[in-house]
């Protein structure tokens, strides 16, 4: 795996082979010359029918002058193409360079303010799982997409990256019998000749194509009321099954207002829809307003009573939900700028959902599921097994691997780090300067290391560099120095290069964090302070790292928080000596089930 390259010098290298035309052919990224500032889309969809028909009307900024524009179109086949600058249209030529991108050529250099029209058809593949495709359910079509990262250019030629958001302003011609939904709200439907009609939904707010999405088809609609600050929320499902959203309606209920306070900010999105999809290439995607989800990952029948299984399996469904609708802030209000940064979307919206989930059960079990989680990640995060968790995205292949699971469970591992190490309000404050800064547009982790840095005086930069690229876990061992004359320390060994916030407590003494850099520091305990019985080195269990123990810390263990102990067992599990056998063996009786049985199995 190459090392990361900025995104300043990876567009800089994307126009370069642009220009030179190099043999790895045309650049994957698009150049700043042509900016998007609102794309119309209009399609004439019957799902009946394989082909489609669609309409763009692109308006864009040309700032620097030129005579081609490209756009990103995949297996669209082009009808005509013109470019309009006042009341100047003219005809343009469509250059068709690779099979993920457009030329329009109007044969004279341009600049400034201008609008791009193409007419073309597209195909709703029955066996895609990405763009625009069908799918037949007890006799009847529907059409679904599913975009991210980049296949709305199957849908329509749009400029197809997270760095381009736009409003969108979407109208679909369906036959009368059929439903429509995409982003916005419906506005109006107009009646047709022939049996169709044209609905017409509102503007959407600045999206990235990859979150737009429609739906045609003979759909069901559960109207789930109103949550939150005032959202409408409604699930749509195929012909017959609008009952078994009601499951899915009672989350959002109580989940989004819980976002809505943790971010200070109202969901932006106008209207909440979560559809059922038969078929999709994730377990469900964010799109603002048109949440998708494979069907077993949104609907429950209300005939299956509640019983243990049950329950397991609705809070499941309700943690998915937790995780989309946390995206509709770190995603969709708030999107990476490009996607080596997606970890500020997947990791935050898999912390979130966590830390959303963490409030429907008792205090002395928070953080536990998310602790359980990141083992998983730490088994795995060797440069063998895993990869960094920012990498360069640069064709087609590489955006295979933009939502590798590293992105997820170490991403939100990190934030998880940085909430403990800053501090719970102030992560939160320093969260919503960065929603509220960026909002309807961009941002880097750059971005976040700033609004972090301005709400808790810790600059996070190092800290973000080292865990986000480059794989690994460090490995910590501390050593309480209390010399005879001198006041007592804590020395606290670190394994690997980097920077590590790492935060203790010890008896009677009150957890502190401290940035680790070279490969030992001595923290000098408060003054006064007697030689601790105890120490431990993961205050909250929140770090990133482990901690490797000569003599397991079990007279530390009454004091400890229930994250504190699954961390301990894990560590321990992981230092394999007789000492960790001891407190495993004193961890198989602890009082939390999870705890317990995680030391039990480390001991067999
Ligand atoms: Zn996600």
Redesign the pocket.
């Known amino acids: 795996m190459g090392p990361v390259m900025s995104g300043a010098v990876q567009r800089a290298l994307a126009c370069f082979t642009l220009v030179a035309g190099s043999s790895v052919g045309q650049s994957f990224y698009l150049s700043n010359d042509a900016i998007p500032r609102k794309e119309t889309v209009q399609l004439t969809i019957d799902p009946a029918r394989e082909m489609f028909d669609g309409s763009v009307s692109i308006d864009v900024e040309l700032r620097a002058p030129a005579a081609i524009v490209w756009l990103n179109a995949k297996n669209l086949t082009i009808g005509s193409a013109s470019v309009a600058q006042g009341d100047m249209v003219r005809p343009a030529k469509v250059i068709p360079v690779s099979d993920e991108r457009i030329g329009i050529d109007v044969g004279q250099t341009l600049a400034g303010p201008a609008t791009i029209r193409i007419a073309y058809q597209g195909r709703l593949d029955d066996k895609a799982l990405s763009g625009a495709y069908r799918r037949k359910l007890d006799g009847e079509w529907y059409a679904y997409t599913t975009f991210a990262p980049i296949d709305a250019r199957r849908a329509f030629p749009c400029f197809d990256e997270p760095r381009f958001k736009t409003p969108w302003d979407i109208s679909i011609r369906v036959r009368r019998e059929h439903k429509a939904f995409s982003n916005g709200r419906e506005l109006s439907e107009i009646e047709e000749p022939n049996g169709w009609k044209l609905v017409k939904f509102a503007t959407t707010e600045p999206l990235p194509s990859e979150m737009v999405a429609f739906a045609v088809g003979p759909f069901d609609v559960y109207d789930g009321g109103v949550a939150g600050h005032g959202t409408p929320v409604r699930v749509i499902t195929a012909k017959g099954h609008a009952a078994e959203g009601h499951a899915a309606a009672q989350a959002t209920a109580e989940i989004l207002p819980r976002l809505e306070a943790y971010t200070g900010i109202p969901y932006a999105f106008g209207k909440l829809d979560h559809l059922a999809l038969p078929a999709g290439a994730y377990g469900a995607v964010?799109n603002p307003g048109l949440i998708t989800y494979r069907t077993r990952n949104l609907l429950i029948a209300p005939k299956e009573a509640p019983n243990q299984e049950n329950a397991a399996f609705t809070r499941a469904v309700r943690a998915l939900q937790a995780?989309?609708i946390g995206?509709q802030w770190f995603?969709n209000l708030v999107t990476q700028a490009t996607w080596d940064d997606v970890w500020l979307?997947?990791g935050f919206?898999?912390w979130i959902s966590a830390k959303m989930m963490d409030q429907e059960i008792p205090p002395e079990r928070i953080h536990i599921s998310a602790i359980a989680a990141r083992e998983r990640m730490m088994a795995v995060d060797t440069p063998t097994r895993s990869r960094p968790v920012r990498i360069a995205i640069n064709n087609r292949d590489t955006a295979r691997d933009v939502y590798n699971r590293v992105v997820?469970e170490k991403g939100a591992a990190i934030l998880l780090m940085l909430e403990g190490w800053l501090g719970e309000d102030r992560f939160r404050d320093g969260l919503r300067a960065y929603l509220n800064e960026h909002r309807f547009g961009n941002a880097t982790t750059d971005d976040l290391a700033a609004a972090l840095r301005a709400a808790s005086g810790n600059d996070t930069s190092r800290v973000l560099n080292t865990f986000l690229n480059t794989t690994g876990v460090p490995e910590l061992r501390g050593q309480l120095l209390c010399d005879r004359d001198a006041a007592p320390r804590l020395r606290v060994a670190k394994s690997s290069p980097g920077s590590v916030p790492v935060c203790w407590r010890a008896d009677r003494v009150a957890t502190s964090c401290t940035v680790l850099e070279g490969p030992s520091t001595e923290i000098a305990l408060p003054t006064g302070t007697a030689c601790p019985a105890w120490f431990y080195l993961n205050s909250g269990g929140t770090g990133y790292y482990r901690t490797h123990w000569s003599q397991a810390p079990l007279r530390a263990l009454p004091e400890l928080s229930g994250a504190e102990r699954l961390t301990l067992v894990y560590d321990l599990r992981a230092s394999k000596d007789a000492s960790a056998q001891a407190g495993l063996a004193r961890l198989a009786s602890d009082a939390d089930p999870e705890i317990s049985s995680a030391a039990r199995e480390a001991l067999k």
């Open positions: 964010e995780h989309e995206h995603g979307s997947e919206a898999t997820y």
